[in-house]
């Protein structure tokens, strides 16, 4: 047998025993879990050992390999850039952020070094690092940073939809006027729109925006620590040290290289073959098995998506529109044994849109405990005491949750047909067409649960990223306050408002679990990750000799 298709038996085998226990609880007269069952933890989950903070003095020279396990759509050109699920997108090494986010995803000054709102909130100021150079010796200052402003409004892209008109004040000094007060700002210009990369390079290549676009798409030529070496497609990308790098000193490695490993089992094989220093994987099994070794160190990372099951409740003649059919689904699944079995242990249950030990869970949800016996009352209550007939949603890598789901559906009286679709049938179904019964959805809760708020339940957003859910106007009037506040405290407060409407008012989506992704890394390879949301640190990274 495969390897692949080895670890795929053994997931199967473990969504097998997860519906067997379903089973048996739905045979007996009990029908709730254990006290000791509950929908949210208060900790992070413990993996192996995480690298301590050195003072020794960094090793200059050699090579870092890192498997991942998917090639980037595009690795330049922030206007378009793209992000694959995944632990870092591998261009930000070369294209580096105007600002960066701490652990708490609160933005911290990286090229701008500073920023300040107007009185008003309608336009804000960010002061221009300077002394810095792209990679092909031009300077970069506010003038560039306008171009590649400007470049994404061109592009339309969401994340700039405020931003009416950019004016350059002095070299170091650009001013962004908005049409509306926009407190998500910050957070996309420390996203792939706040990426900088070179117009003298993209202007020297092509006659055409089309086919300078198509180029920089696939060279980018930045700021950071990295150079551009070369990327050939589905097998590897390199990166070459950037001699002039601002930071004095920095980086120290002299080459990184990106090698694709699409097979999971493979990309594991080559890390404990010594192949690769470091590896992304979102196979659980692949991360039990090297934490058991105790071989090697595991930064521990974030949650990289958090999902559930969402039912198409805009349709007024589905079951899943009224909210009691929607409170039993919440009831109906175990979520604790639900995570610790499709994730090997490195899933976290929740039954919110964030996990506890993160700013954007509010403790004061109540959510929905296990409890067969209610979920079967309720769907009762709603009219159908014989259940009812649905579909559930998920792509290929989603066949045993969907098995589980299935399983536990089926104890109350939903039976529900499990159906298969390809990714892009996804992103039709998530945007453009809809859907009819359930699907698995996932988001990231990166940077922040506010961000991915606004972007999925504001008045703006919907129903253009949720379009078979039914979104009250209480939640969207929440996000959309979440969207205008600039002060962090006031989008917690209005985040913790609409964490609770959303579960414990609405039942808007059965919250089950979040896929936290420790990050393997080989014992002589030290301060890859700090633990920062969404960046790395490829500029402080060493390897013994």
Known sequence: MKKGLLVKAICLAIGLVVIASILAIACGTTTTTPATTTQATTTKP??????????????????????????????????????????????????????????????????????????????????????????????FDATAVKWNLDQCKSANV?????????????????????????????????????????????????????????????????????????????????????????????????????????????LGAAFKAGEQDAIYSQSPAVIQELENSGKYDFYSGDISLLGGLEGDSRHPDSPWANIKVRQAACYAVDSKAFAQAMGYGQWMPTNQMDVSYRWGFNPDVQGYPYNVAKAKQLLADAGYPNGFSTTIYGMPQYDTMLASIQAYLAVIGIKAEA???????????????????????????????????????????????????????????????????????TQKSLTWQLEKAMVDKYALITFLWARYQPLPIQKNTHNLYNNVSMHWTPWDAYKDK
């Open 46 to 139: 413990v993996t192996a050992t995480t690298p301590a903070a050195t003072t020794v003095t960094p090793v200059k020279g050699g090579t870092l390999n890192f498997g991942y396990d998917q090639d980037m759509p595009t690795i330049g050109y922030p206007a378009t850039q793209q992000y694959v699920t995944g632990w870092a997108p591998i261009s930000d090494i070369c294209l580096e952020n105007l600002l960066i986010l701490n652990a708490a995803g609160e933005p911290q000054p990286w090229l701008a070094t500073a920023w300040k709102w107007a009185s008003d909130n309608l336009s804000l100021t960010l002061t221009i690092r300077q002394g810095v150079k792209f990679h092909d010796d031009t300077t």
């Open 419 to 489: 159906k298969i679709i390809t990714p892009a049938a996804r992103v039709d179904m998530f945007s453009n067409s809809g859907w009819n019964g359930a699907w698995l959805w996932e988001c990231t809760p990166n940077p922040n649960t506010a961000y991915q708020m606004v972007r999925n339940f504001s008045a703006a957003a919907w129903p253009k990223r949720m379009i078979s859910v039914d979104i009250p106007t209480e939640i969207s009037d929440l996000a959309g306050q979440i969207g205008t506040a600039t002060d962090l405290n």
């Open 158 to 266: 969401t994340e700039l939809a405020s931003v009416k008109s950019i004016e350059v004040i002095d070299p170091s000094t650009v001013k962004l006027n908005l049409s509306n007060t926009d407190g998500m700002l910050l957070y996309n210009l420390a996203g792939n729109r706040g990426m900088m990369m070179s117009p003298t390079s993209y202007q020297n290549h092509g006659s055409t925006d089309k086919e300078r676009r198509t180029w920089a798409e696939q060279n980018p030529v930045g700021t950071g620590p990295f150079t551009f070496v070369s990327w050939q497609k589905g097998v590897s990308i390199v990166f070459a040290k950037n001699p002039s790098y601002w930071q004095p000193g920095k980086p120290y490695l002299d080459k990184i290289v990106f090698t694709v490993i699409n097979d999971e089992a493979t």
